[in-house]
């Protein structure tokens, strides 16, 4: 199947990019969710923005301790990074997750949270570690935490004019250690349940893959076991939010897993 | 549109429909038929070529995107001489029908400079975005071996 | 292969990490590279001659910013390349820390470089020879940019030339080291005119 035509533009500003923006346009950013959709006419933009010129967006830095993420920075650059793996090693355990090295080469960490599938490592990652979301029109800007900027399946809060810029990581808090672990049935295939869990004295974060239309924090399973409760009774918690029974069970599986890497 | 691309070391300056993708500009545009197409959708890598030296798949790209850059297919990886890479996949036995390969190499080759000292598992890790359904991938991953070896 | 090499500038702290986060003012301390002039998503193509005794092989890769802590003033570059002719390729990760030194800048430059293909059988020692020779040459070329010196730094040589400091046959296999060494240093995102 090939795409059926479509206009293309090629900005090199993040103003240009985004006075292209309207309810016909679709943003190309790494291209590895939506060139496939399109490649099945599933997806028929009638223009196509293409935003991988747009140098401005491409940019890791650690600032005042926080994470700020271009939206084009390639998933390879966020695995290959001593800032990241350093800082936010959740991140980096995500990441090796999304898909194949040559996904990885393309695919961006914007893109990632634009598309918004609730399989997405990316996007759960970001949910346990409270990212806020930098998001732009010509007219506007504002910035919206995991559960504003994930509304369902597929769906974010951007608007047909705007462009998500940036995603921005506060620092983990002292002494907190991380893990991620998911289920796909091969390698690199889209997983059917994951779970991000971030251990502190102090903190928890947990963030359920696949559990729901997006993200999901589990607040009780993080809250028991601030109180003390051991991670099967965490993980049981978290599983109790998945509808379907067998998913729920590899759900609690998964988050125990995590919970246990991460030292819970 | 117009773009001009560099492929394995040769400018071309085509005009191209934005919707072609890089993979059909290099088989029908270019003629260069090594690329393979399989499902289109970013899955089995018999489609994977280099773009700038990293390994992408071009049929999840347009060939407007490659306007100003450097692609190398598997037409490029020999000089005359078979690449190393080429060699152990040869002396291995990691090709039959041979359309999985070229993928495969282009894949392999940044992955066998990069990590000499993986282990079969990570060997295995990395072949898991080229599918093949000839061989089983054991000749595959003693090719990897071999050329890691060779590697220096 | 991992290299660790170090320069001290007389230059601020700030200026200097500004100074390697800015394209157009590295350019002018690495000779015989040519850039072009336009990125992709933050990536720099260019290509580089090195010239080792009557050899002169061409390179050619990108170059892009890893990431930068400015917090702890370290940044990383990301360098991917190959021969132009030929079947050998590089890539290298270069860490650069920053600190204070004496009124100017201690800069620590880590390289962690892989290389495939012919030229891989070069040897440690010589390759730690010439990345200190390139790193000279570049630090004291980079401080007199800094400096804004009076005499301008003179148009780049036509090719990097280490033949002083490589020898025989192992002249060719340098090469390929040295190109991944120089445009990580100096590349990082580097344009070279506009």
């Known amino acids: 199947m090939k795409p059926p035509p479509f206009g293309y533009e090629a900005p090199r500003s993040v103003d240009a990019a985004l006075a292209l923006l309207d309810e016909d346009a679709k943003v190309l950013a790494g291209g590895q969710s939506l060139v496939p959709m399109m490649n099945f006419r599933l997806a028929r933009p009638a223009t196509l923005v293409d935003i991988n010129r747009v140098d401005a967006l491409a940019y890791l830095r650690r600032r005042g301790g926080v994470l700020r993420i271009g939206a084009l920075t390639r998933h390879a650059t966020v695995e290959r990074s001593d800032v990241v793996a350093r800082g936010w090693p959740l991140l980096r355990q995500a990441v090796r997750h999304v898909g194949h090295p040559q996904i990885r080469t393309r695919g961006t960490i914007g893109g990632s949270c634009a598309h918004a599938d609730p399989t997405a490592e990316l996007p759960v990652a970001l949910t346990a570690l409270d990212a806020r979301f930098h998001v732009r029109s010509s007219a506007s800007a504002r910035v919206l935490d995991a559960a504003g900027f994930f509304l369902s399946y597929l769906e974010t809060a951007l608007r047909d004019d705007e462009l998500l810029v940036e995603v921005e990581v506060p620092a983990l808090p002292a002494g907190a250690r991380t893990a991620f672990a998911e289920h796909a049935r091969t390698h690199g295939d889209w997983a059917i349940a994951g779970a991000a869990a971030v251990v502190a004295p102090e903190h928890v974060a947990i963030a359920l893959l696949g559990a729901a239309a997006t993200p999901l924090r589990a607040g009780d399973a993080e809250a028991a076991l601030l109180a003390g409760a051991g991670p099967a009774e965490a993980a049981r918690l978290a599983g109790a939010l998945v509808g379907d029974e067998w998913r729920a069970a590899l759900t609690t599986a998964l988050v125990r897993r995590a919970l246990e890497e991460a030292g819970a | ?152 | ?194």
């Open chain 2, 1 to 152: 549109m117009r773009i001009s691309v560099d492929v394995n070391g040769r400018r071309y300056d085509e005009d191209v429909e934005p919707r072609m993708l890089l993979s059909d500009f290099l088989r029908h545009g270019l003629g260069l038929t090594g690329t393979h197409v399989g499902c289109e959708h970013g899955v089995c890598g018999a489609c994977t070529i280099q773009l700038d030296d990293a390994p992408v798949r071009s049929c999840l790209m347009f060939a407007v995107q490659a306007d100003g850059r450097s692609v190398r297919t598997v037409e490029g990886m020999s000089d005359g001489d078979l690449h190393p890479l080429q060699r152990a996949f040869h002396e291995h036995h990691a090709l039959q029908c041979g359309f999985c390969t070229p993928g495969f190499l282009m894949s392999l080759e940044p992955f066998v400079r990069d990590r000499p000292g993986a282990t079969d598992e990570e060997i295995r890790e990395a072949l898991a975005g080229n599918l093949c359904r000839c061989t089983g991938y054991e000749g595959i991953v003693a090719a990897v071996r071999q050329a890691a070896r060779d590697r220096s």
């Open chain 3, 1 to 194: 292969m991992r290299l660790r090499n170090e320069f001290v500038v007389g230059v601020p702290l700030e200026r200097t990490w500004d100074t390697l986060l800015d394209v157009a003012r590295v350019a002018g301390a690495l000779p015989g590279a040519t850039i072009e002039p336009e990125a992709e998503g933050g990536a720099w193509r260019g290509r580089m001659k090195v010239k080792l005794g009557p050899l002169t092989t061409e390179y050619t890769g990108t170059a892009r910013v890893q990431d930068a802590d400015e917090d702890d003033r370290v940044m990383s570059f990301r360098v991917e390349g190959r021969e132009l002719r030929g079947q050998g390729s590089a890539a290298a990760t270069i860490t650069a820390r920053l600190a204070r030194a004496d009124g100017g800048t201690r800069v620590v430059v880590e390289t962690d470089m892989q290389i495939a293909g012919r030229q891989a059988q070069l040897g440690r020692g010589l390759m730690e020879d010439v990345a200190g020779a390139v790193l000279g040459q570049f630090a004291g070329r980079l401080e007199r940019e800094l400096r804004g010196a009076a005499a301008p730094v003179e148009p780049a040589a036509e090719a990097m030339d280490v033949s002083a400091v490589a020898r025989g046959p192992l002249l060719e296999r340098a090469g390929l080291v040295l190109a991944g060494l120089l445009a990580g240093l100096a590349l990082g995102r580097v344009v070279w005119r506009r």
